[in-house]
């Protein structure tokens, strides 16, 4: 997987390294996001105290920025792209080829996929990037999703017959 390094990825990452001093694993643009990997254990120092180095590098690059803290492996990897958000579970197809996150409720759920599914575009080329084998990452309902879509239904029908 060689690629070239340009004049400006060169500058991207002269930038990160004199405000992080993190050791960076790589770097790459994933949608509207600039995204940087770092090497497993230098997350905090890549962040820096309260977020200061993610809002002193979003401001010299001039746009939003994602730091992700790589893991060998896969299933630790994707919690750490999808950070801060959480899941209560991470399932890899036996074959390796279809990843899906279940996450922990119904609104961590959007924002996994965000709007146009944008979000979910950009956490799956992040993936492939470190993962090639990986063809799709899918966001599941969450457990227990059908118990309330169900009690939900019940409720509306009492709140209707109620009415009449």
Request: hydrophobic share 40%; no cysteine; net charge neutral.
């Amino acid at each position: 997987m060689a690629r070239k390094i340009d004049q400006e990825l060169l500058q991207i990452i002269q930038i990160f390294d004199r405000i992080t001093h993190a050791r960076l694993k790589d770097t790459f643009p994933a949608g509207n996001v600039h995204v940087f990997v770092v090497e497993p254990g230098e997350i905090g120092r890549a962040v820096g105290r309260k977020g200061a180095h993610v809002k002193q590098l979003a401001k010299e690059l001039g746009r939003n920025i994602k730091i992700v803290e790589y893991s060998p492996q896969l299933e630790v990897f994707v919690k750490n792209i999808i950070h801060p958000l959480r899941a209560s579970r991470i399932e890899v197809s036996e074959d390796g080829k279809r990843v899906t996150i279940v996450p922990v409720d119904y609104l961590t759920r959007g924002l996994l996929i965000g709007r146009n599914a944008v979000k979910l575009k950009e956490h799956e080329q992040i993936l492939k990037h470190f993962y090639p084998q990986v063809e799709e990452l899918r966001i599941a309902y969450p457990d227990g999703w059908e118990e309330e879509q169900k009690k939900e239904a019940e409720s509306g029908k009492e709140e209707a017959a109620g009415e009449a």
